[in-house]
């Protein structure tokens, strides 16, 4: 009687393929990335009103208040406060979206969260995309609230917040990616927790301050952060006669930022929820 194995004998690979195929064949389907898109998006945002008052309040209040200091430095209606009310607009979405979020996948990360969506039939991108989806949801109150305050505080046109509407998920896209990926990359939450805040203080320093007054090292380095170019694109809208095309330029920039840092965050949810 022979003791090797029959699926690794000549000719003896068929039953195991015929059992495994059977085992298959009694699974269900895996999840689509769309209906699970949506289940986790709903799930995140529920989490997420639980403290969204607190939240919003300090995000919202933060920028009010680099808005009110610099009113005293900054003239009605130029270029300068064009920078200043469109930084400060997207600073509540990096404060959440970039901020939050490498905190809530560092403690997922840390405390085996992880491990129960990876028992769920669900692909890896949906968990990214949903929990980045949901927080960059969040941000819209806040930021369409500071928009019209430094509207109003520096005398410029209400006409075209419409423009929001793109600004607001494209940046949060690119900067939910790269929060995304902080908090599944660094080894500690208190890493994540520091990465996050550390790319909200750039995100604020380089996209409220204008930059005619940064020295050229300085302005490399904002070129280089996503959410600079969803400030441009909406302190381009404050004029009298916007140029559109450099508008949909540095949207389009976000948009390839963003599917760029959601698909590292990706990968670093499978890398991390293997281990």
């Known amino acids: 009687m022979s003791v090797v194995p029959a699926e690794v004998r000549p000719g003896g690979g068929a039953p195991a393929a015929s059992g495994a195929a059977a085992d298959a064949a ?7 990335l769309w209906p ?22 300090v995000a919202v209040f933060q920028s009010v208040g680099i808005m009110i200091m610099m009113r005293g430095v900054v003239d009605d209606g130029g270029s300068d406060a064009r920078s200043v009310v469109a930084g400060s607009s997207v600073v509540v979405v990096a404060y959440v979206a970039l901020n939050l979020l490498a905190q809530y996948f560092g403690q997922l990360r840390a405390g085996g969260g992880l491990d129960h969506y990876a028992t769920l039939p669900v692909p890896p991108a949906a968990v990214v995309l949903g929990a980045a989806g ?17 509207c109003l505080l520096f005398g410029l046109p209400l006409g075209n917040l419409w423009v929001l509407v793109a600004v607001i998920p494209l940046a949060g896209a690119a900067l939910s990616g790269l929060g995304a990926a902080c908090g599944l990359l660094a080894p500690r939450p208190e890493l994540a927790t520091l990465l996050g ?13 204008p930059a005619d007054r940064m020295p050229e090292v300085i302005r490399l380095a904002r070129d280089l952060l996503p959410s600079t170019y969803g400030v441009e694109a909406y302190a381009r809208t404050f004029g009298a006669h916007p140029d559109w095309t450099f508008v949909a330029g540095d949207l ?4 390839g930022v963003g599917v760029v840092s959601l698909a590292v965050a990706t990968w670093a949810y499978r890398r991390a929820a293997v281990r």
Request: glycine content about 10%; charged content about 10%.
């Open 26 to 32: 009694g699974l269900g389907p895996r999840a689509r």
């Open 36 to 57: 699970s898109l949506a289940a986790v998006y709903r799930a995140q945002l529920s989490r997420a009103r639980v403290a969204r008052i607190p939240l919003l309040c």
């Open 134 to 150: 949901a927080y960059a949801s969040f941000t819209v109150p806040g930021t369409v609230v500071t928009a019209v305050f430094g």
């Open 197 to 209: 805040q550390l790319g909200m203080s750039a995100a604020l320093l380089l996209g409220v301050l």
């Open 252 to 255: 389009a920039v976000c948009a």
